[in-house]
């Protein structure tokens, strides 16, 4: 079992990567190209391609550096094909192809000398050459320095950053005189930290001040050994190291707070549509989880017909969701929960019933496999604030979203015609029907409205989870646990309660593990409602 | 007529009667085709991935019937739908064990749920099942054949490749149900034995669907950054890893940071994954898609020639369908009959050739030989291999690594016959063996 085929050892490899981006900073500031130092080697392409041909990927790497230090003219595209797993050799033959795609079963190839049309190829007939993860990281290396000769501001800034914690004796000379011929603050900034670093791992007391208050890991990394060590700088490494974490501990727990309050969003999302049909109208829906899915559903189907514009998509299915889940709501309340009123445990039971329709439904008309709803690019990675604190920005978009719902919602609750006949029915609805106020078609309409907050809840899972036929079921108890917290018929009351119960949850999370967490929380809760049955708000007035 | 005559008349006739009646069971056992029982949920929340089982089998099954079916009948597929719920595999294997129509053999189920279900139906009625998943391993039934992986098979090579890059910190996440847990037991077990601390181990447990995994990412992000190289070993099943791989591509981790390796993400689950974030991150399997022999390349034309699909992806669990079935088709040819217990003793030493070109044999314990071999994701949803064991590996049905476990071994070949045997003291704690 220990035989493996030999590895690239780490060591080595590090060293290159850092050659190389020293290289990339020099290439600018000291104005010289990196080709011009490695001795151009003979470059018959065809020998710089063969020497890819082999299942060691040590040597691929050797023979990728050759390609770049090379002077043929494809060198660019062929280590770009090299990463994207394109360039391959002819099974059983002598060329050498780049696949121009492979998305499907039948490629299309070029020549990877010539780059001239060469018909088709398959997996049969065309051997990929495969890379791995160091690999992959040195091609991404050889390629920015090849395309890097001018050298950009923001790739010295990366190069810069990289080298924070990888100078050692060989190169510090070098970095140093970099510096000071480097002109942007930016770029300078990491280029200090890396030097100081490097000083006081040498002992220089000074360079610690440098150093005080940075959040980088690498520099917490290399000074615990500092402080625990008997050196004389080490109470001062120490001093500097509990600035650091005291500070880490503080962004920590911001990083925490949106932690839950983004879990928290998405409860309340999923809860205030049933804050509405159940805190208002007194409805149990147990098909809301499913109105949620047709919501996700709905932002998948705009999606499907707007391919290439997941912007343009999600920004339709806001109102796509929200009427098409609403006109479900309106149907159910017409056809269903009208004739039952007053009747709570069959209309539990029928909305049970329709919920699994509604599931089985979407089974048959769009299979069960769960369905990939693409987001949009500012959708995707991170805001970084500093280095210990990050907000991923899908998570920021529904909570600043859930905001949103909720402000709007809580404004037609307050400040609209139908606001006012709605709370005026849901306080006396036989007083109010005796003020001409129509209630049955009220009742219609906030049903339709619950369903379509619903819907909006699902736009924003899609955005999160997966859209699958069973999206709705994992989200509708913990919808009534916040409704019932937070105070039945009550939005400010289901915004707090679930707000409260996603920071308490992800709080808890880190130290007992997801699966007692929820329990705990369900614990708490079932306690609470004890000791306060009206939830946190009470319904203010009489309820008839 | 006398009373004795018409006594011997009755006997004679009942005795004619029996013998036509022994004939024609005979000739139907005969002559009529061999029932192959397919046991795969078809709805539920198993219907993703067990779906594809079931109509891979029933082109195995065509395939054979157009090669001129088994000792000369013809293969009959009988499709059930346990519709994800486990005590429903119990009542359907026992539906297709019992009757009439009895099938022959079952290839069926998927979670190890299902499969302690299904175990004592096919023990009681003596039936066959052939089991095409990884799975935890500390089980060997005299009825079962275990076509998947072993944790030997799977997990301790996975984690020995990272070892050999370099990782010293182990993030072991997964679902929280009985396979990532007895796994994630075995290599904790084996990682100390490696000289990891228990510092630089971290193991956490999600429900099944868990879709809110921002802080334990960064969990592991923080655990990540302490200076020691670290990876993530998942066991996390289903429908949690979209949103899981989402997280970590949002946190900005790459496979260049902190790689993640799982053993329960293949082709099937990747195409609901947009992959181009997560380039590098690897699975452990014993079969990839991607796997470059004729025999593989065959089989890819088949299956998207019988689904009709240019896009239809192949997996580890189908692999394993296609050799157990192969396995049992020649054990049937090999025996003469489908008879349980004829076929039971004929398909141990079975050598049929796998999908990687190379070929498994059933060894003693129901498990089989299986080349281990690491892929990285690319960003088509394909994984590309970029290690794989010299030689194929043997199942062990009993981990070494835990010390209940260590001195138990399988074999169920005459005279031992036993699926619990302790090598030291001898005695034999599951089987005939055992009396």
């Not at chain 1, 395309?147 to 990888?166: F, K, P, T």
């Not at chain 2, 030997?152 to 396979?179: F, K």
Request: aromatic residues 8%; contains cysteine.
């Amino acid at each position: 079992m220990s035989t493996f085929k030999e590895q690239p050892a780490r060591a080595p490899l590090r060293g290159r990567n850092i050659k190389l981006l020293l290289c990339l900073l020099m290439a600018w500031s000291l104005s010289f190209i990196s080709q011009s130092v490695f001795a151009a080697t003979s470059s018959e392409p065809r020998a710089l391609l063969e020497a890819l041909d082999t299942g060691n990927f040590q040597a691929k790497g050797v023979a990728a550096q050759a390609i770049a230090d090379s002077d043929a003219e494809q060198k660019t595209r062929w280590l770009q094909a090299l990463l994207d797993g394109r360039l391959g050799k002819e099974r059983r033959g002598e060329r050498f192809y780049i696949v121009t795609d492979d998305s499907g079963r039948e490629w299309p190839i070029i020549d990877a000398i010539t780059f001239e049309d060469a018909g088709t190829g398959t997996r049969r007939t065309v051997d990929i050459f495969k890379i791995n993860n160091d690999l992959r990281t040195q091609i991404e290396g050889l390629l920015a320095s090849l395309s890097l000769s001018a050298g950009d501001e923001a790739s010295r800034l990366a190069a810069a950053r990289q080298l924070i914690g990888e100078i050692e004796a060989d190169n510090a000379a070098s970095v140093r005189q970099m510096r000071n011929e480097e002109e942007s603050d930016a770029v300078r900034q990491p280029l200090d930290v890396a030097l100081a670093l490097y000083d006081v791992q040498q002992g220089d007391a000074e360079a610690l001040d440098t150093l005080r208050g940075n959040l980088d890991t690498r520099i917490r990394n290399t000074l615990v050994p500092i402080a625990a060590g008997d050196s004389p700088l080490a109470a001062e490494a120490r001093s500097v190291l509990d600035g650091i974490e005291s500070k880490r501990v503080w962004y920590d727990r911001a990083q925490t707070l949106f932690f839950g309050l983004s879990a928290g969003s998405i409860l309340v999302l999923a809860a205030i549509g049933l804050a509405i049909t159940f805190g208002v109208m007194g409805v149990i829906n147990m098909a809301h989880g499913e109105l949620i899915m047709i919501g996700a559903y709905t932002t998948w189907l705009i999606q499907q017909a707007l391919p290439g514009q997941p912007g343009l998509a999600l920004a339709l299915a806001i109102p796509g969701g929200f009427l098409v889940a609403g006109a479900f709501g309106v149907v159910i309340e017409r056809t269903v929960i009208r004739f039952l009123k007053g009747r709570p445990l069959e209309t539990l039971l029928a909305t049970f019933g329709l919920s699994l329709i509604l599931q089985q439904l979407v089974r048959s008309v769009f299979s069960p496999l769960n369905r990939r709803v693409t987001s949009p690019e500012w959708m995707q990675g991170a805001w970084q604030i500093n280095e210990a604190l990050a907000f991923t920005l899908n998570r920021l978009g529904v909570l600043l979203f859930c905001l949103a719902v909720f402000a709007a919602l809580w404004a037609l609750m307050r400040f609209t015609r139908l606001g006012l006949e709605v709370r005026a029915v849901t306080q006396n609805r036989a007083m109010a029907r005796a003020m001409g106020v129509r209630a049955t078609r009220v009742d219609m309409l906030t049903f339709g409205l619950g369903a379509g907050v619903a819907g909006l809840a699902g736009v924003a899972l899609s955005q999160l989870t997966n859209v699958g036929p069973n999206l709705g079921q994992s989200y509708i108890v913990d919808s009534f646990l916040v409704v019932v917290f937070g105070g039945v018929g009550n939005l400010w009351g289901t915004l707090v309660a679930g707000m409260s119960l996603g920071v308490i949850n992800q709080v808890l999370q880190p130290w007992v593990g997801a699966v007692l967490a929820k329990i705990i929380v369900l614990v708490g809760v079932i306690l609470f409602i004890q000791k306060r049955p009206q939830g946190i708000f009470a319904p203010k007035g009489r309820t008839s | 007529m006398t009373t004795t005559s018409l006594r011997k008349l009755i006997a004679g006739s009942s005795i004619a009667l029996g013998l036509a009646g022994f004939g024609t069971a005979a000739v139907a056992q005969d002559e009529g085709p061999i029932r192959v029982g397919i046991l795969h949920s078809l709805s539920g929340t198993m219907a993703i991935s067990e779906s594809t089982l079931k109509d891979e089998m029933l082109m195995l099954i065509a395939k054979q019937n157009d090669a001129g079916g088994l000792l000369g009948r013809k293969l009959e597929p009988v499709v059930m739908d346990p519709a994800s719920d486990w005590s429903l595999y119990a009542e359907q294997a026992r539906d297709m064990l019992t009757g009439d129509d009895r099938v022959d053999v079952i290839f069926g189920n998927w979670t190890s749920a299902s499969r302690k279900a299904v175990l004592p139906v096919v023990e009681e009625l003596n039936g066959l099942l052939f089991y095409p998943v990884q799975y935890e391993g500390e089980e060997s039934s005299e009825n079962i054949f275990y076509t998947g992986a072993a944790p030997n098979q799977q997990a301790i090579p996975a984690v020995d490749y990272l070892m050999s890059q370099g990782v010293e910190r182990w993030a072991l996440l997964g679902t929280d149900y009985v396979y990532p847990r007895t796994t994630n037991k075995i290599l904790e077990a084996y990682l100390k034995a490696n000289g990891v601390a228990d510092d630089d181990i971290m193991v956490n447990y999600t429900p099944f669907g868990f879709s809110d995994w921002q802080s334990i990412v960064s969990q592991v992000k923080d655990f990540g950054s302490q200076g020691k190289k670290t990876a993530v070993v998942s066991t996390i099943n289903g429908d949690a890893n979209v949103p899981f791989y989402n997280e970590l591509a949002n946190q900005g981790i790459s496979a260049g940071d902190i790689p993640v390796v799982a053993f329960s993400v293949g082709e099937q689950e990747l195409t609901g994954i947009d992959t181009a974030p997560l380039v590098g991150h690897m699975a452990a399997w014993n079969y990839f898609m991607s796997v470059d022999s004729d025999a593989n390349y065959d089989f890819i034309d088949d299956w998207v020639a019988y689904t009709g699909n240019d896009q239809a992806v192949t997996n580890d669990p189908m692999e394993a369908h296609f050799i157990g079935f192969n396995m049992w088709a020649q054990a049937v040819e090999k025996a003469g009959t489908t008879d349980v217990d004829a076929v039971k003793d004929s398909i141990i030493g079975v050598t049929v050739p796998n999908l990687s070109g190379g070929a498994s044999t059933m060894m003693p314990n129901h498990h089989i030989t299986k080349p281990v071999m690491i892929g990285e994701i690319q960003d088509d949803g394909q994984f590309s291999v970029v290690w794989q064991t010299p030689t194929t590996v043997a199942g062990d049905a009993w981990s070494d690594y835990l010390p209940e476990s260590k001195n138990l071994i399988s074999d169920w070949r005459a005279p031992l016959r036993c699926g619990k045997l302790d090598v030291e003291s001898m005695t034999c704690e599951d089987g005939p063996g055992a009396e």
